[in-house]
Protein backbone atom coordinates (compact mmCIF):
# COMPACT_ATOMS: atom_id res chain seq x y z
CA UNK A 1 0.00 0.00 0.00
CA UNK A 2 1.23 3.37 -1.20
CA UNK A 3 2.47 6.04 2.32
CA UNK A 4 1.75 9.32 2.25
CA UNK A 5 4.33 11.78 2.75
CA UNK A 6 5.14 15.24 3.57
CA UNK A 7 7.49 17.55 1.99
CA UNK A 8 10.76 17.13 3.48
CA UNK A 9 9.92 13.26 2.79
CA UNK A 10 9.55 14.21 -0.87
CA UNK A 11 13.00 16.32 -1.01
CA UNK A 12 14.29 13.07 0.34
CA UNK A 13 12.68 11.05 -2.25
CA UNK A 14 13.79 13.39 -5.42
CA UNK A 15 17.26 13.48 -4.02
CA UNK A 16 17.20 9.88 -4.20
CA UNK A 17 16.05 9.41 -7.67
CA UNK A 18 12.26 9.45 -7.49
CA UNK A 19 10.07 9.79 -10.13
CA UNK A 20 7.81 13.19 -9.61
CA UNK A 21 4.63 12.65 -10.94
CA UNK A 22 1.83 15.64 -11.61
CA UNK A 23 -1.63 13.97 -12.10
CA UNK A 24 -3.62 17.46 -12.73
CA UNK A 25 -4.58 18.33 -15.70
CA UNK A 26 -1.81 19.01 -18.58
CA UNK A 27 -2.62 22.75 -18.78
CA UNK A 28 -2.01 22.96 -14.48
CA UNK A 29 1.04 21.34 -15.14
CA UNK A 30 2.48 23.05 -18.04
CA UNK A 31 1.80 26.42 -15.97
CA UNK A 32 3.47 25.05 -12.91
CA UNK A 33 4.52 22.21 -11.44
CA UNK A 34 7.62 20.46 -8.88
CA UNK A 35 10.82 20.52 -10.08
CA UNK A 36 11.46 17.44 -12.40
CA UNK A 37 7.89 16.31 -12.34
CA UNK A 38 6.30 14.73 -15.35
CA UNK A 39 3.27 15.35 -16.28
CA UNK A 40 0.33 12.28 -15.96
CA UNK A 41 -3.06 13.38 -16.00
CA UNK A 42 -5.53 11.28 -13.51
CA UNK A 43 -7.90 10.87 -16.52
CA UNK A 44 -4.91 9.14 -18.38
CA UNK A 45 -2.89 7.22 -15.88
CA UNK A 46 -3.63 4.16 -17.39
CA UNK A 47 -0.99 0.72 -18.39
CA UNK A 48 0.08 2.94 -22.06
CA UNK A 49 0.89 5.95 -20.51
CA UNK A 50 2.70 4.83 -17.06
CA UNK A 51 5.03 2.61 -19.12
CA UNK A 52 7.12 5.89 -19.10
CA UNK A 53 7.45 5.18 -15.87
CA UNK A 54 10.43 2.70 -14.14
CA UNK A 55 9.06 0.21 -12.20
CA UNK A 56 12.45 0.23 -9.71
CA UNK A 57 12.51 3.29 -8.81
CA UNK A 58 10.40 5.02 -5.94
CA UNK A 59 6.90 7.32 -7.82
CA UNK A 60 5.32 10.18 -5.68
CA UNK A 61 2.40 11.37 -7.38
CA UNK A 62 0.61 14.75 -6.33
CA UNK A 63 -1.88 17.89 -7.53
CA UNK A 64 -2.50 20.62 -5.72
CA UNK A 65 -3.49 19.36 -2.45
CA UNK A 66 -6.13 17.50 -0.57
CA UNK A 67 -8.06 16.69 -3.39
CA UNK B 1 -7.27 13.04 -6.96
CA UNK B 2 -3.41 12.00 -6.02
CA UNK B 3 -4.74 9.24 -3.68
CA UNK B 4 -6.76 7.90 -6.62
CA UNK B 5 -3.44 8.04 -8.68
CA UNK B 6 -1.46 6.04 -5.80
CA UNK B 7 -4.23 3.41 -6.31
CA UNK B 8 -4.49 3.54 -9.76
CA UNK B 9 -0.30 2.89 -9.78
CA UNK B 10 -0.45 -0.13 -7.33
CA UNK B 11 -3.49 -1.65 -9.44
CA UNK B 12 -0.88 -1.15 -12.37
CA UNK B 13 1.76 -2.73 -10.56
CA UNK B 14 3.81 -0.33 -8.99
CA UNK B 15 5.33 -1.16 -5.30
CA UNK B 16 6.81 1.56 -4.19
CA UNK B 17 4.16 4.82 -4.27
CA UNK B 18 4.27 7.81 -2.47
CA UNK B 19 1.53 10.18 -1.95
CA UNK B 20 2.27 13.96 -1.66
CA UNK B 21 -1.13 15.16 -0.51
CA UNK B 22 -0.37 18.44 0.57
CA UNK B 23 0.83 18.92 -2.79
CA UNK B 24 1.90 21.61 -5.45
CA UNK B 25 -0.21 24.45 -2.84
CA UNK B 26 1.71 23.19 0.31
CA UNK B 27 5.24 23.35 -2.13
CA UNK B 28 4.94 26.42 -3.25
CA UNK B 29 3.24 27.82 -0.25
CA UNK B 30 6.88 26.99 1.68
CA UNK B 31 8.80 29.10 -0.77
CA UNK B 32 10.09 26.04 -2.58
CA UNK B 33 10.67 26.59 -6.34
CA UNK B 34 7.97 25.33 -9.56
CA UNK B 35 9.08 24.90 -12.87
CA UNK B 36 6.56 26.17 -15.65
CA UNK B 37 4.86 29.00 -17.97
CA UNK B 38 2.74 30.60 -15.68
CA UNK B 39 2.24 34.15 -16.67
CA UNK B 40 1.21 35.73 -13.31
CA UNK B 41 3.79 36.88 -10.89
CA UNK B 42 4.40 35.59 -7.28
CA UNK B 43 5.03 37.15 -4.68
CA UNK B 44 7.56 35.18 -3.82
CA UNK B 45 9.40 36.25 -6.56
CA UNK B 46 9.03 40.66 -5.65
CA UNK B 47 9.72 39.70 -1.55
CA UNK B 48 12.27 42.05 -0.11
CA UNK B 49 13.95 39.97 2.04
CA UNK B 50 16.03 42.77 3.76
CA UNK B 51 13.61 43.43 5.66
CA UNK B 52 13.97 45.00 9.45
CA UNK B 53 13.44 42.75 12.51
CA UNK B 54 14.10 42.72 15.76
CA UNK B 55 13.58 39.95 19.05
CA UNK B 56 10.33 40.06 21.41
CA UNK B 57 12.83 41.20 24.24
CA UNK B 58 14.20 44.31 22.33
CA UNK B 59 13.59 47.77 23.64
CA UNK B 60 11.25 50.16 20.69
CA UNK B 61 14.39 51.91 21.05
CA UNK B 62 16.10 49.18 19.23
CA UNK B 63 13.18 48.17 16.84
CA UNK B 64 13.40 51.94 15.78
CA UNK B 65 16.77 52.34 14.87
CA UNK B 66 16.78 49.00 12.98
CA UNK B 67 13.51 50.18 10.98
CA UNK B 68 15.04 53.67 9.07
CA UNK B 69 13.08 54.31 6.48
CA UNK B 70 10.69 51.11 6.44
CA UNK B 71 8.22 52.37 8.89
CA UNK B 72 7.96 48.98 10.34
CA UNK B 73 9.53 46.51 11.72
CA UNK B 74 8.86 42.60 12.32
CA UNK B 75 9.06 40.86 15.04
CA UNK B 76 10.41 37.29 15.23
CA UNK B 77 11.89 34.78 17.50
CA UNK B 78 15.01 32.84 16.51
CA UNK B 79 13.74 30.60 14.67
CA UNK B 80 12.47 33.62 12.49
CA UNK B 81 8.73 33.02 13.21
CA UNK B 82 6.53 35.98 13.33
CA UNK B 83 5.65 37.04 16.67
CA UNK B 84 4.05 40.93 15.92
CA UNK B 85 4.80 43.65 14.34
CA UNK B 86 5.87 47.41 14.92
CA UNK B 87 4.28 50.20 12.91
CA UNK B 88 5.15 53.55 12.68
CA UNK B 89 2.85 54.30 15.98
CA UNK B 90 4.54 52.31 18.04
CA UNK B 91 8.20 52.99 16.68
CA UNK B 92 7.46 56.59 17.51
CA UNK B 93 6.31 55.79 21.46
CA UNK B 94 8.62 55.67 24.55
CA UNK B 95 12.07 53.72 23.52
CA UNK B 96 12.57 52.38 27.06
CA UNK B 97 9.13 50.25 26.45
CA UNK B 98 9.47 46.97 25.72
CA UNK B 99 8.58 45.59 21.98
CA UNK B 100 6.83 42.46 23.66
CA UNK B 101 4.60 45.58 25.35
CA UNK B 102 3.64 47.53 22.20
CA UNK B 103 3.90 45.24 19.12
CA UNK B 104 0.68 44.37 17.16
CA UNK B 105 0.49 40.53 18.04
CA UNK B 106 -0.43 38.28 15.44
CA UNK B 107 0.09 40.37 12.47
CA UNK B 108 -1.58 39.01 8.72
CA UNK B 109 0.86 37.10 6.79
CA UNK B 110 0.54 35.97 3.13
CA UNK B 111 2.68 32.75 1.65
CA UNK B 112 4.98 33.63 -0.79
CA UNK B 113 2.46 31.67 -3.82
CA UNK B 114 0.14 34.16 -2.99
CA UNK B 115 0.01 35.96 -7.01
CA UNK B 116 0.54 39.72 -6.97
CA UNK B 117 -2.89 40.65 -8.55
CA UNK B 118 -4.68 38.52 -5.07
CA UNK B 119 -1.87 40.47 -2.88
CA UNK B 120 -2.93 44.05 -4.50
CA UNK B 121 -6.89 43.06 -4.28
CA UNK B 122 -6.07 42.63 -0.33
CA UNK B 123 -4.10 45.61 0.12
CA UNK B 124 -6.88 47.36 -1.61
CA UNK B 125 -9.34 46.34 0.44
CA UNK B 126 -7.40 46.84 3.91
CA UNK B 127 -5.31 49.86 2.81
CA UNK B 128 -2.24 48.08 3.22
CA UNK B 129 1.13 49.47 1.79
CA UNK B 130 3.19 47.13 3.03
CA UNK B 131 2.63 42.93 3.64
CA UNK B 132 4.91 40.41 5.65
CA UNK B 133 5.27 37.19 3.29
CA UNK B 134 6.29 33.62 5.46
CA UNK B 135 6.61 30.19 5.09
CA UNK B 136 3.71 27.86 5.87
CA UNK B 137 5.25 27.32 9.20
CA UNK B 138 5.38 31.01 10.00
CA UNK B 139 8.59 31.67 9.08
CA UNK B 140 9.51 34.89 7.76
CA UNK B 141 10.40 35.45 4.04
CA UNK B 142 10.37 39.15 3.73
CA UNK B 143 8.35 41.93 3.19
CA UNK B 144 6.02 42.74 0.00
CA UNK B 145 5.82 46.82 -0.99
CA UNK B 146 2.62 47.42 -2.64
CA UNK B 147 4.87 49.47 -5.30
CA UNK B 148 6.75 46.15 -6.42
CA UNK B 149 2.94 44.55 -6.36
CA UNK B 150 1.82 46.98 -9.09
CA UNK B 151 4.54 46.60 -10.94
CA UNK B 152 4.06 42.96 -11.34
CA UNK B 153 0.58 42.82 -12.02
CA UNK B 154 1.00 45.15 -14.84
CA UNK B 155 -0.89 47.73 -12.90
Given at each position: MHKIVGREDVQRLMREGAQIV???PREEYEDEHLPGAISIALKELDAKSAAQLRRDRPVVVYCHDFQ | MSPRAAWRLETLGFTDVYEYSAGKSDWGAYGLPLEGK???????????????TCGIDDTVA????????????IVVNAERVVLGRMFKKELAGDPDAGVADVMRPGPSTFRPNVSAIEMLE??????????????????????????????????
Open positions: EVL | AKFARIKDITRPDVPIARERSKDWGTCYMDRNRLDRAPVTTSDGRLVGLVLREDAERAAGR
